[in-house]
């Protein structure tokens, strides 16, 4: 793939050209030039776009699809089409599909689907076997196939002697340990946050202490077994001062929170709409503000759409009995660029790659062009006519997102969506 990127305004700490607006020369998929103007003798296509700003290529560490087994939700070629025009070149597949992605067989199907495409595609494979928090799955067979991290898509591991292994097994070949913080007897039947809100609307309640209860578990086990942890989608304000304690005390923990629960409180649900009904729930504004405040200090590492497609049939139906999910891929850019800085926007959309052991590719002559095309500052209303993925349970359908994707640049492929 030849290609001349004209006037885009790089934003890459990493790179020389940071902060300046130049022309991007891309041959056979390597960036060849970078200069204030680049000539196109061998008139290669000019990539030319209103206010274009380009930056290393995003990942998103939480993305569900269906295939195999809910193909009606979404497919992997779609859902990898739904993120290059999102503007990922990675994500990290969750293992929740039928059947469980939980061996080494599995982790090779996802690969062998997911090639040739301009995203990347990176599987997780299940911590147990198919999820049911009883025994280890084949971690280290999965760990050689290309799984990049272990994780029972929330499903909270029970038994803290389950979790004590998986964490001394995987430190033998550095593998990651991903582990849903819930406290499943203490949420028991709860659909959305415990407090006012549930109860003036008669919702059954998940308190902010199951979260918090198995964080707090969780760390204390990996202490103990000097392991390797990853804990996904964290939703409360002691959440977050419970890692940031456990940093200080130089665990090797990272998490991350769900983007969804930087933008929308439980109030959200007074209407019912089963696309705001979640895992982990949508909480209140003080525990917005303290994730937020984690982000901004490094206490939460990495921010995630949490895709996760649902198709109507288990959407549509009474608030109680819908399943847990929203797609969040196409929204997540303008969704966070409307609480953080361009800066501090696409660091959170990069930062999370070395964890999972991925590569970066900085914006330089030479590397590899690995980038994600993009417009900070064009407004704009997330309709679904703009929804590429196959289920359209968005809880930001109607809102205002700030800033616009053009698509990606990757593997030797272009994504340009105008």
């Known amino acids: 793939m030849n290609a001349?990127?004209?006037?885009?305004?790089?934003?890459?700490?990493?790179?020389?050209f940071h902060n300046e607006t130049v022309d991007i020369l891309i041959e056979k998929g390597v960036i060849t030039n970078i200069s204030k103007r680049i000539s196109n003798p061998k008139n290669y296509k000019e990539i030319k776009l209103d206010n274009l700003h380009v930056s290393q290529g995003w990942f998103d560490s939480s993305v569900?699809?269906?295939?195999?087994?809910?193909?009606?939700?979404?497919?992997?070629?779609?859902?990898?089409?739904?993120?290059?025009?999102?503007?990922?070149?990675?994500?990290?597949?969750?293992?929740?599909?039928?059947?469980?992605?939980?061996?080494?067989?599995?982790?090779s199907f996802l690969k062998l689907k997911a090639g040739k495409h301009a995203t990347n595609l990176y599987p997780i494979g299940a911590l147990t076997r198919n999820s049911e928090g009883k025994d280890l799955a084949e971690l280290f067979d999965m760990k050689n196939a290309g799984a990049v991290a272990f994780y029972d898509y929330q499903h909270p591991i029970d038994n803290p002697n389950l979790m004590?292994?998986?964490?001394?097994?995987?430190?033998?070949?550095?593998?990651?340990?991903?582990?849903?913080?819930?406290?499943?007897?203490?949420?028991?039947?709860?659909?959305m946050n415990e407090n006012?809100?549930?109860?003036?609307?008669?919702?059954?309640?998940?308190?902010?202490?199951?979260?918090?209860?198995?964080?707090?578990?969780?760390?204390?086990?990996?202490?103990?077994?000097?392991?390797?942890?990853?804990?996904?989608?964290i939703s409360t304000a002691k959440a977050v001062e419970l890692i940031r304690a456990a940093k200080q005390n130089k665990l090797n923990v990272t998490c991350s929170v769900a983007i969804h629960n930087l933008i929308f409180t439980d109030k959200e649900l007074v209407t019912f709409d089963t696309n705001f009904k979640v895992l982990p729930p949508l909480r209140t504004q003080k525990d917005v503000d303290a994730l937020i405040e984690g982000l901004k200090d490094g206490t939460i590492d990495m921010v995630t759409s949490d895709h996760n497609p649902i198709d109507i049939e288990d959407k549509k139906i009474e608030f109680d009995f819908a399943k847990y999910g929203t797609i969040g891929l196409e929204s997540a850019f303008g969704a966070l660029n409307s609480v953080f800085t361009i800066k501090k926007t696409i660091e959170l959309l990069t930062k999370g790659k070395q964890r999972f052991g991925i590569e970066s590719s900085p914006i330089t002559i030479g590397n590899k062009a690995d980038l994600s095309l993009f417009n900070p500052n064009e407004n704009s209303i997330f309709s679904r006519e703009q929804m590429i993925s196959r289920s359209k349970n968005s809880m930001?359908?109607?809102?205002?997102?700030?800033?616009?994707?053009?698509?990606?640049?990757a593997n030797n492929k272009k994504i340009i969506s105008k």
């Open 164 to 191: 004590k292994l998986a964490l001394q097994y995987a430190s033998n070949f550095e593998g990651l340990v991903c582990s849903f913080p819930q406290e499943s007897e203490i949420s028991g039947l709860g659909v």
């Open 4 to 16: 001349l990127v004209k006037s885009a305004t790089i934003v890459d700490p990493k790179s020389d």
């Open 196 to 233: 006012v809100t549930s109860t003036s609307l008669g919702l059954k309640g998940n308190p902010s202490l199951a979260e918090e209860l198995q964080i707090a578990r969780d760390l204390f086990i990996l202490e103990y077994t000097e392991g390797k942890l990853h804990i996904p989608t």
């Open 396 to 409: 930001f359908e109607n809102k205002e997102l700030q800033g616009i994707v053009y698509g990606i640049i």
């Open 64 to 107: 569900s699809f269906g295939e195999p087994g809910y193909e009606e939700r979404e497919t992997i070629e779609n859902g990898l089409k739904t993120a290059a025009h999102s503007g990922f070149t990675s994500v990290a597949v969750n293992a929740n599909t039928y059947p469980v992605i939980d061996s080494n067989a599995n982790i």
